[in-house]
């Protein structure tokens, strides 16, 4: 009889190897938006929780022995190596461009991160929670036109559980991460290096978008999304909010922005907007000017669940932000 794997006491949902990047032997500076302040802490003790991805009723569904932690492990693996070596690389002026299987995994490693957070739970609940408000609202206007109805009358709240299934489901379903990987794979990337001496910030929900969305993108998110639902059915109030969830998912801005370290920021542009972007992509840039430093961080400060990390002390700007 096998024994039953322990379960993971103190999940992250940013890995320990990427937040080294920004530490000093182990350590950063935290900066809390909640509370204002900063101080230094150990990078296990940051961007994790407990049982944080455990849920009532989901060894129903995975069965005993299943562990949502060994599924990030492959993926943190690859995506530390890429980042580390890019890194070194672009730091001893020997990097030329981003191979193609780095690259991919990456991707993969990007897309999982995406998935993972706590600020991504807390979307995926809010959008739960809308989407369940307006079918509702749509059902009783349908089978109850005389009834007056006020959008202000229904509140929908979605629980800890209903948001800890949903995030299950989207880490865990492999076409789901297939498809934010090769939407981010499939952009201009382009790897900017901070050479003015200040630090770039990342934060408990590090990939972060900036800019406006286009028709083609919604239009593209919105197929993408309606296909991978039709897999699932349509038992189950969540079936029938997944394309809708999906959709606001998939529909990404011009920009993504992921800190590689404090000295390199890798920015993902719309392919299709940055049309000119074909000869600059996977390769690198300096960056001396003050002012796309702070509009980088300011990005990581302003899309943060709660926190912001740096290797060094200095979060003036993250005050004057939250205030």
């Given at each position: 009889m096998s024994k039953r794997k322990p379960r993971v006491k103190k999940s992250h949902y940013v890995p320990q190897a990427y937040l080294r990047q920004f530490a000093n032997d182990e350590r950063l500076y935290v900066f809390d938006k909640a509370q204002r302040r900063y101080y230094g802490s150990h990078i296990k003790d940051v961007c994790s929780e407990r049982d944080f991805y455990e849920c009532e009723g989901l060894e129903d569904v995975t069965g005993p022995d299943y562990r949502v932690e060994d599924l990030f492990h492959g993926f943190e693996d690859a995506g530390a190596r890429v980042i580390r070596d890019t890194v070194e690389a672009i730091r001893q002026g020997a990097f030329t461009e981003l191979p193609k299987s780095q690259r991919l995994d990456l991707a993969l490693f990007l897309a999982m991160q995406h998935l993972r957070t706590k600020r991504m739970r807390e979307v995926a609940g809010q959008l739960m929670e809308s989407i369940s408000k307006e079918s509702f609202l749509a059902h009783i206007r349908r089978t109850q036109p005389?009834?007056?109805?006020?959008?202000s009358w229904i509140s929908i709240s979605a629980d800890e559980r209903a948001r800890t299934a949903a995030q299950f489901w989207l880490v865990s379903d492999e076409d789901v991460?297939?498809?934010v990987a090769g939407m981010l794979n499939h952009r201009v990337w382009l790897l900017v290096h901070n050479e003015t001496g200040n630090p770039f910030y990342t934060s408990d929900h590090p990939l972060a978008e900036h800019?406006?969305?286009?028709?083609?993108?919604?239009s593209t998110a919105?197929?993408?999304a309606q296909t991978l639902a039709e897999k699932f059915g349509e038992a189950g109030l969540f079936r029938k909010i997944l394309p809708s969830l999906l959709a606001n998912l998939f529909a990404m801005p011009l920009r993504v922005v992921f800190p590689l370290s404090p000295d390199v920021v890798l920015v993902m542009l719309d392919r299709q907007r940055y049309?000119?972007?074909a000869s600059i992509d996977g390769q690198m840039q300096p960056m001396m000017d003050a002012r796309d430093l702070e509009f980088y961080n300011s990005l990581q400060v302003m899309q943060a669940y709660r926190q912001v990390y740096s290797k060094d002390p200095d979060f003036a700007l993250a005050l004057r932000l939250v205030q």
């Open positions: 005389d009834l007056p109805m006020e959008d991460r297939v498809v800019g406006e969305f286009g028709p083609a993108v919604e919105t197929s993408m049309s000119g972007g």
